[in-house]
């Protein structure tokens, strides 16, 4: 709840501290004294738009700080907080400053961490509901209407929510399904194609790369066949060089006995035969290696070239063949098998549909039951509230199956027919601010609303209403503020009488110098003010004693 309020430099106040406490607390005064000026000031912290017409003649700058405590931080307020980085540790209260430039600018705090105003607006609903004369917010706006009858039938919101959730997650499931089954079907003469096309050329895991190597050794065979059959003329045959040096080495084995030099010549050359059959060995095998045959690398090439222009095509690595041609049997299985899969996941869908309709309809006839009885409950309001001409509908209308969602299948808005015979309309159509401002009493009243804003203001709700209208109001404020807040701007003695805290705000001048003060009344005090306002200017004792009366009386 609202705890403190300080202001500097506002329109007529220079500077102003005021504390709240629990239940109801009115605020009194002469007509034009300020009382605006403090909801004004208030709606600064809430992020109302600021306004350089709000700063006090001769400053250039104002601030508003207001200080809201709660036993437990709301989970709206704190989530809030939390995605805006704000750090409030439990239990510490909610300070919100606002501070404006005479230029029109403004800086924001919550806590003293600086902020955007677009969050003081994201707090504000759950801070201060303000219903006044020209109120398009709160109880009037349709768009809250529906979870106000959900709180106050205690409804299965969140089944529905959760069997909605179900339901879309089915859905979509199916639709990604569809939409892949028909892709592939649209694919599926190309995937033919393909496979076909792969499937004749059978690629193999690294093919690339052998393929590569032995066209590689073919080129060089190519380059080097010269070469090599100069070296084999001179290996092959009677008269080469090898031939020479075996014949050599028996010639010589029949004397190396000799001489020892003899013998030791003959290792030499025996070791050279054998260095040199093995060098012609390697010659051998090199020129097999190598050896180029014209037919065979055309193939080799030609194989390489269909191998690479398949990879570009698939967008792929060559090696990557094998796997893309996976890919495209398992794509082509899927359009085979896609129908007995797709038949299940419409069969998933269409249950999880039936679960949310059940939960949903049971829901709306949860609201339409709840609607009849907080109908008959704002009825036996209005007649105390000088309404007893008007009538309350709460109209629940279902909705077509494109607008099914989260909350169900309802649209729910609060009706009223202030005349008899009139048609029922919004509740933001009716005419009189002061009507309005009863009717939503009448409808908090009986919606006997346990969430919602931490602080209720009434701005004037007992306009152009007097005598047993003021009382049932008064008893029905004080009623609503019981175990929470609310804070009531009244011209009625009788509403003011009813409060626990009572505030005057009163306008001064000094010279051409007007400022507006706000002093918290001691028992005394009431007396008096609540005489003024029985009264007018000329408080008399008969006044006085009236006032005695009415604060006796609650």
Known sequence: ML???????????????????????VLTGETGAGKS???????????????????????????????????????????????????????????????????????????????????????????????????????????????????YASSDVEGVASAHAAWRKAEDELGRARGAIEQARADQDLLLA????????????????????????MQKGEKLSGDLEELRLLWDGSDSALAQMRGSARRLDRIADQHPLLAEALAALDRAVI???????????????LQHDPAELDRIETRLFELRALARKHQCDVDDLPETMRAIREKLDAIEHGEADLEAQEKAAEAARQAYVARAEALHATRVSAGMQLDEAVAAELAPLKLDAARFRTAVTQL????????????????????????????AKIASGGELSRFILALKVALAEQGGAATIIFDEIDRGVGGAVASAIGERLARLASGG??????????????????YLIAKSSEGTVTKTSVALLDAAGRQEEIARMLSGAQITSEARAQADRLLEGV
């Open 3 to 25: 705890t403190s309020l300080s202001i500097r430099n506002i329109v007529l106040i220079e500077a102003l501290d005021l504390t709240f406490g629990e239940g109801l607390g």
């Open 275 to 289: 260095e040199a059959g093995e060098a012609e060995e390697r010659l051998q095998a090199a020129a097999e290696a």
């Open 400 to 427: 077509e199956e494109d607008r099914w969602g989260a909350h169900g299948m309802d649209s729910v808005e609060f009706l009223i027919a202030t005349n008899p015979g009139a048609d029922f309309a919004p509740l």
């Open 37 to 151: 000026i403090l909801l004004d000031a208030l709606g600064l912290v809430l992020g109302n738009r600021a306004d350089s017409a709000l700063v006090r003649a001769g400053e250039d700058k104002a601030s508003v700080s207001a200080v809201f405590e709660f036993a437990q931080l709301p989970l709206d307020l704190a989530e809030a907080l939390d995605d805006a980085g704000v750090e409030v540790e439990p239990g510490e209260a909610l300070i919100i400053r606002r501070n404006l430039k005479g230029d029109g600018g403004s800086k924001a705090f919550v806590n003293d961490q600086p902020v955007g105003v677009a969050l003081l607006r994201e707090l504000a609903p759950a801070l201060v509901e303000l219903h006044g004369q020209h109120d398009d917010r709160g109880l009037v706006n349709p768009r809250g209407h529906r979870a106000l009858l959900d709180r």
């Open 485 to 502: 807040q609310l804070l009531a701007v009244t011209h009625s003695p009788q509403v003011a009488a009813r409060g626990l805290m009572h």
């Open 194 to 217: 393909h496979l076909a096309e792969l499937t004749a050329i059978e690629p193999q895991a690294g093919e690339e790369e052998s393929l590569a190597n032995a066209r590689a050794d």
